[in-house]
């Protein structure tokens, strides 16, 4: 990764995407080049959250924890503030993205805990844990390495500890061994998200038979609002039923959403009208100029 910082700093390069959010931050300071961030559609950086297995099976608790989540610190710590925070299940700049979910859940410590006390949980023991019928409140979260969800996962861990959660991570090394855990179901949260620029991607995420709905969420009206939105021609239509369906799937609070993906690109300030494909990813070099050429 250093070496695209390298790169173009040294003038090799022109052009450097997917740079680290540190080395991004460092070259702020380089009048000889200008930090293009380019924000990539899809989904977040999310973590599902499994409603099979206790105690992400209450409500309650699945909301606690998205209160307690402090997604600015987050942003601030992980991603220098190049990316913004994530409030539903689609990036902002995806097509229908309902912007009512914005601050939804926003971090509120003092709500949190009086969710897990109405769900029956105290210090009952004083061990700095919470705990209902002598079992201290636990959950496991499976940690990929990539995207920087490691360091994503470890502040969590201390900002869910203040609340009394002992959460347990689980690194895996691979996409495969990510597969393999989840196919245990030994797990109440899971990173795993994909990008794309048409909304029809939740459904492999939250119909009822989806490959990836490891929330194992099941609602009739859910399957409903996507299998309609994706037939649906009228444009109004489907904006409609996708927004109600970001609605219900953070009522239930089936997913943490924590940033929204941007691509950091570092640009040559030599050069001017750079653009992107709609993915985010590639530059076009269509309408490229380039000063004093």
């Known amino acids: 990764e250093a070496s695209r910082s390298l790169a173009i700093e040294s003038g090799e390069a022109q052009v450097m995407g997917e740079l680290p959010p540190i080395d991004a931050r460092v070259l702020t300071g380089n ?4 930090i293009n961030p380019v924000a990539v559609p899809g989904q977040p950086l999310q973590f599902i959250i ?3 297995r206790y ?3 209450n409500l309650a608790v699945r909301r606690a924890l998205l209160y307690g989540a402090n997604r600015n610190a987050i942003a601030d710590t992980v991603f220098q503030r190049f990316s913004p925070i994530a409030w539903g299940p689609l990036s902002a700049n995806t097509l229908y993205y309902n912007r009512e979910v914005i601050n939804a859940y926003a971090n509120d410590t003092g709500q949190a805990l009086a969710l897990l006390n109405q769900a029956g949980y105290a210090d009952n023991d004083n061990n700095g844990y919470l705990d209902f019928a002598g079992v201290d409140l636990t959950i496991d979260v499976i940690v990929p390495p990539w995207g920087k969800i490691p360091e994503v996962a470890q502040l969590l861990q201390d900002q869910w500890r203040t609340l009394g959660i002992r959460v347990n991570l689980k690194p895996v090394p ?3 061994a990510l597969l393999e855990e989840v196919e245990k179901g030994e797990y109440n949260l899971v990173a795993y998200y994909s990008f ?3 909304p029809a991607l939740l459904d492999e995420y939250f119909m009822s038979n989806a490959p990836f709905n490891w929330s194992n969420y099941s609602n009739p009206d859910l399957d409903m609002l996507l299998t309609e939105a994706r037939r649906q021609l009228d444009p109004n239509a489907r904006r409609d039923l996708y927004a109600q369906a970001q609605r219900l799937i953070m009522e239930e609070a089936l997913i943490l959403p924590v940033r929204d993906y941007v691509n950091l690109n570092a640009v040559s300030a030599s050069l001017s009208e750079l653009a992107f494909d709609a993915y985010g990813w590639y530059p076009l070099l269509n309408n490229l100029q380039v000063a004093g050429g």
């Not at 009048?31 to 200008?34: L, M």
């Open 31 to 34: 009048a000889d080049i200008r």
């Open 50 to 52: 499994n409603t099979a």
């Open 55 to 57: 105690p992400t099976d």
């Open 174 to 176: 691979t996409r495969g």
């Open 196 to 198: 794309g620029v048409d």
